[in-house]
């Protein structure tokens, strides 16, 4: 069962325009959402963040916005750039006894036109 | 310097041999994990250590079995490799369960192939 969903494996944007990847969890024990950025033959980067209790964050280009009540986040990337071309993880962190659990979704891999 | 690094980067074997991939970080961080990435993609954590102690063990056979010998390594040996093995093995490290979150720091992967 998966508890992080990506329901988009893939989505191509124009550059210039805005990217918005979702994902939707089902555990609302979740304290932490974290997107992460993977480029061919590389691991995954950390990208941004948003806590449980807030509803929005933002760094740069990046923005995450949280709807718990629909247990829902979204990536938004504005402008998008041909270099934001990869595949976007997102996460879900809890506390275990001895620190967290993480799980990620499938992906989506984000194609930007130039 | 690479923050967190796994040898070998690729690995191709033959069924029902015997392997290890080796991780270290030099982050200074507390916890590490393993995670295997399979042919769908899902990024799917097998083992997670703090400070040596394994924290997370999630329904991995024991054909696999992870070794800390201090805290910035965690090694995979993984025994009678079958085909369904192949896959690419990522490492990764994070602060730790004092951290407010769980940012983690991934190595390259090893692809694994198993023939």
């Known amino acids: 069962d998966q508890q992080v969903k990506q329901n988009s494996p893939s989505l191509s944007v124009q550059e210039g325009r805005i990217s918005i990847l979702n994902c939707d969890y089902t555990n609302s024990m979740f304290d932490y959402f974290l997107w992460y950025k993977k480029y061919p033959a590389e691991g995954p980067t950390f990208l941004i963040s948003?806590?449980?209790?807030?509803d929005k964050n933002e760094d740069g280009r990046f923005t995450v916005f949280l709807n718990k009540s629909a247990k829902h986040l979204s990536l938004h990337i504005v402008p998008s750039q041909p270099g934001d071309s990869a595949v976007y993880f997102c996460?879900?962190?809890?506390?275990?006894?001895?620190?967290?659990?993480?799980?990620f979704g499938a992906g989506t891999r984000l194609f930007v036109k130039a | 310097d690479t923050a967190v690094s796994q040898t070998p980067k690729y690995l191709v074997t033959q069924m029902g041999n015997d392997k290890s991939i080796k991780c270290e970080q030099n982050?200074?961080?507390?916890?590490m994990y393993w995670y295997k990435q399979d042919s769908k993609k899902f990024l799917k954590i097998m083992f997670s250590y703090n400070n040596k102690e394994l924290i997370i063990n999630e329904t991995v056979p024991n054909r696999f079995s992870p070794k800390s010998p201090d805290k910035a390594h965690l090694n995979l040996h993984i025994n009678s490799l079958e085909l369904g093995d192949s896959a690419v093995y990522f490492c990764a490290s994070s602060q730790g369960g004092l951290a407010v979150t769980d940012t983690q720091y991934f190595g390259p992967g090893t692809r694994l192939t198993v023939l």
């Open positions: 948003i806590s449980s209790i807030k």
């Open positions: 996460a879900a962190s809890t506390r275990i006894t001895g620190g967290f659990k993480t799980i």
């Open positions: 982050l200074g961080h507390d916890t």
